[in-house]
């Protein structure tokens, strides 16, 4: 049974600092792996997809790695901003349908300015 | 212009009730989902459904059901709502292995 688990589940930074958030996954066995992004009583914006034959994927300040075998995800944000402020989930498809998604608790970042 | 659309917004209701949410996507994808977010924010599969398949997570009861009139909806039919039933539905779309996008989400509340 797939499990994905997110850590750490919040994390406060000043504004300009580069972090990483952790996402992990028990079955190595995905076609790929998302990572969203949810504001405050609002929707999920999809950020990033990463496929399983990638080891990364950019997308402007943001940048996710995927290690399969060790069933690991990193979204790496550099020079954060406040606008970041933000919940992030990271999430993988079971059963063959990529909107079959296994959810991650998510990360829950505020930026301080 | 909206991807996946989903109305109401908001939706306050009595317990026993009947309500349902509405769904519309134009991406032209195949699948369609709907998703529960509880109080503790997490996200958890309700259905999946495509021209082919309904496929229903074992956990939902059965006074939810999915109504597909086309491809380019699924409506979410909640039965003798409970005070359980109070959290954030969200549906989804997406084709083969790109992307999921995911509506605005509807916050329901059973009073």
């Known amino acids: 049974k797939q499990e994905v688990t997110q850590i750490p589940a919040a994390l406060s930074v000043p504004e300009g600092e580069n972090l990483v958030l952790n996402c992990s996954f028990t079955d190595s066995a995905i076609y790929n792996l998302q990572w969203f992004r949810q504001d405050p009583g609002k929707g999920l914006t999809s950020l990033l997809l990463i496929q399983s034959s990638q080891r990364e994927q950019t997308s402007g300040r943001l940048n996710a790695s995927l290690d399969k075998s060790s069933g690991r995800s990193t979204l790496y944000i550099a020079a954060s901003q406040p606008g970041d402020s933000a919940t992030y989930l990271c999430a993988v498809p079971y059963g063959g349908s990529q909107g079959n998604l296994i959810f991650g608790k998510g990360t829950k970042l505020s930026v301080k300015p | 212009d909206t991807a996946v659309s989903q109305t109401p917004k908001y939706l306050v209701t009595q317990m026993g009730n009947d309500k349902s949410i509405k769904c519309e996507q134009n991406?032209?994808?195949?699948?369609m989902y709907w998703y529960k977010q509880d109080s503790k924010k997490f996200l958890k599969i309700m259905f999946s459904y495509n021209n082919k398949e309904l496929i229903i997570n074992e956990t939902v009861p059965n006074r939810f059901s999915p109504k597909s009139p086309d491809k380019a909806h699924l409506n979410l039919h909640i039965n003798s709502l409970e005070l359980g039933d109070s959290a954030v539905y969200f549906c989804?779309?997406?084709?083969?292995?790109?992307?999921?996008?995911f509506g605005q989400g509807t916050r329901l509340t059973v009073v």
């Open positions: 989804a779309s997406s084709q083969d292995h790109t992307e999921a996008f």
């Open positions: 991406l032209g994808h195949d699948t």
